[in-house]
């Protein structure tokens, strides 16, 4: 079952405590596309500008990531700006620059409209919206977003809501948009709203998966070294959905091996800036730190 995913496509500037990293290869739909890109063919539907390196283009290429959907657009590409103090949890935004992202209106070519598994990452939820109206009979619609559109586009996320099978929020976010400050009860109302099942990212401390009848909790994988979180939600999310890509039926039995899986890729992630650790990982140490994480 082939993956679409509609997200940023970006520059990033990054400082942690352990270095910085300016004009790197970001974006929500990069991240996630990498990780997924270990289980199955991905296709990125999002826009960049005329200043976005080729060597990127072609770097996706290269992990058999489809960029038919990819637009390149006069203009800037997306830029963020972040920074991390030693609480590694919480991403501090100096900037957010949409630039092409705020005329793009997104045409998901033909062939892709047939995509069974649809991942929604972090941008616009009037453009992730857009996107899975184009979907045919998807078999797995997952979502993410973040405080910045839970505050500036609400009513356009909660339109969003009831067309998620699974929505993806850190702790903060699922606090934000819920108004509950304990996260069972903020799962209640977010499974409320729509979605069959919720999961809840605590960074460092793992995950907590919520359906309307059970719950699950995930420990992140221990590391003597973490040098930038940047991106590890939607690494996560890459590696939870290549898995349930894979399998011939999901259920909750699949979501949670697909949620290790996941835990696994965003402990790669988090071990060098940008995606510069996925770069030199295999399926093999996939498997490995999977075994040793079990
Ligand atoms: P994460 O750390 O998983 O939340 O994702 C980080 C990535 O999200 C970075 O590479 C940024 O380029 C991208 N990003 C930051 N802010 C936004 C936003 N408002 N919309 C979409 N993507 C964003």
Request: aromatic residues 12%; contains cysteine; positive net charge.
């Amino acid at each position: 079952m082939s993956i679409l995913v509609v997200g940023s496509v970006a520059i990033d500037s990054i400082k942690t405590p352990f270095g910085q990293r300016s004009e790197a290869l970001g974006g929500s739909a990069t991240y996630f596309s990498m990780a997924a890109s270990f289980f199955n063919k991905v296709n990125i539907v999002a826009t960049v500008g005329e200043d976005f390196p080729k060597k990127y283009i072609a770097l996706f290429k290269s992990k058999s990531i489809g960029v038919d959907g990819l637009h390149i657009a006069r203009g800037k590409t997306f830029r963020w700006k972040g920074w991390y103090d030693y609480d590694l949890n919480t991403a501090h935004t100096v900037y957010t620059h949409l630039n092409v992202f705020k005329d793009f209106k997104p045409e998901v070519p033909r062939p892709l409209r047939k995509s069974g598994c649809v991942f929604l990452a972090n941008i616009d939820p009037e453009l992730q919206y857009n996107v899975l109206k184009q979907i045919e009979r998807p078999r797995i619609v997952a979502a993410d977003s973040m405080n910045y559109w839970l505050e500036h586009k609400k009513k356009a996320f909660e339109r969003l809501l009831d067309k998620v099978d699974v929505l993806l929020l850190n702790d903060a976010e699922a606090r934000q948009f819920s108004g509950e400050s304990n996260l069972v009860n903020a799962a209640k109302f977010i499974i409320s709203a729509g979605p069959k099942v919720v999961i809840i990212k605590k960074g460092e401390h793992g995950v907590i998966y919520f359906s309307k009848s059970s719950h699950f909790i995930a420990p992140a994988y221990l590391l003597e070294s973490i040098y930038d979180p940047t991106g590890a939600g939607d690494t996560f999310a890459g590696g939870l959905m290549g898995y349930l890509s894979k399998v011939p039926k999901i259920n909750e039995a699949g979501i949670r091996k697909g949620i290790i899986y996941g835990s696994i890729l965003a402990s790669f992630a988090v071990e060098d800036f940008s995606i510069n650790r996925l770069l030199d990982i295999s399926m093999k140490d996939i498997k490995k730190r999977n075994r040793h994480y079990r």
